[in-house]
């Protein structure tokens, strides 16, 4: 790579610009932003699922249509990401190919079941208070159409996250047995939200080139440090209590002390072993046979309606 070229571009990121599709670019960085926003994009369309399979179940016809019209949006924000991933070379068909034949991966949280109602409010809350910390820290990263996306994203989020907080406190402040259901709920999904912001930074393998092209703008423990501060004082708010008895701030650091969470889990549920999985992809490979005719309809050079994308 001409070192010139390669010394403008990292003068750029630091004055603070923004690099475009058609700007030069090392092929790593490239390759990095394609490989980040895809697994991205594909976490929001699989995030979709475990939340989409309450909208029938949810308590209520305002709830029902809050769930609805939030899943909704995580199909949204897919559409965004894909768009933004493409525009580095990358087509949308080859994208969902990787993902449906277990080439790419997606945030490791989308492969445990939403057991109950209760457990569809923790990943509306947590989950998407997680994905805020890291989405609003990225939008200020150095590619503009994934911070563009990004941008729109958290502004949707935002109101996920008051729908889900909303939920939970419902719950919380219910009846006993609603208590019990979303403590419960809180105690599955810990292990798999402390491991949402990926490994421990010393384990971490592409945080130092991200952050040093401001693709990431902080790094996992960072971020999980800062998940921790926001929203651990909202759990014990609401007389609930987190599944780590080492879980507490530490006065002198001023940081997180926590048990560290089983990274070999981690590891089996990244890699294809989760409990769902094969069920997440099998749902994903379905959707796409059947819709496969509306994509041949949409691309035929006679639609008569719609003009081709290609
Ligand atoms: N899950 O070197 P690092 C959402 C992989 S959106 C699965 O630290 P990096 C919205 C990583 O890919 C949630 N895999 O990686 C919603 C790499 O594997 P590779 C998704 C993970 O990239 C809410 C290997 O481990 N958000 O929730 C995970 O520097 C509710 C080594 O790791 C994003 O994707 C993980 N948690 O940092 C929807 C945000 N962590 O590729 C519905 C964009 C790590 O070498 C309902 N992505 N890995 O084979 C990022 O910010 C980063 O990619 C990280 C990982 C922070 C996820």
Redesign the pocket.
Known sequence: EDPAKLAEFEARIARGEKIEPTDWMPELYRKQLI???E??AH??II??L??GTWITRAPGFRRKMAQMAKVQD?VG?AQLLYSAAETLGKSREQMLTDLINGKS??????NYPAFTWADSNI??WL??A??IV??LA?AKGSYGPYCRALDRICAE?AF?LKYGHDAVVHMATGSPKQREMIQAALNRWWTPIM?????PDK?????EI?MRWKV?MAS?DD?RQQFLDMYVPKIWELGLTVPDPNLKKNPETGKWDYTEPDWEE?KR??NGDGPCNTERLAVRRTAEERGAWVRRALLHPKAKYVKPLA
């Open positions: 490989r980040m926003i697994q991205h976490s929001e995030g979709a475990p939340e995580e924000h991966k997606y945030s490791n949280v989308f990943i509306s989950i998407d997680g994905a890291n989405q990225n989020e996920h491991h949402f912001f990926g490994p384990m971490s393998t592409h945080t991200l990431k996992n971020m981690f549920v990244i």
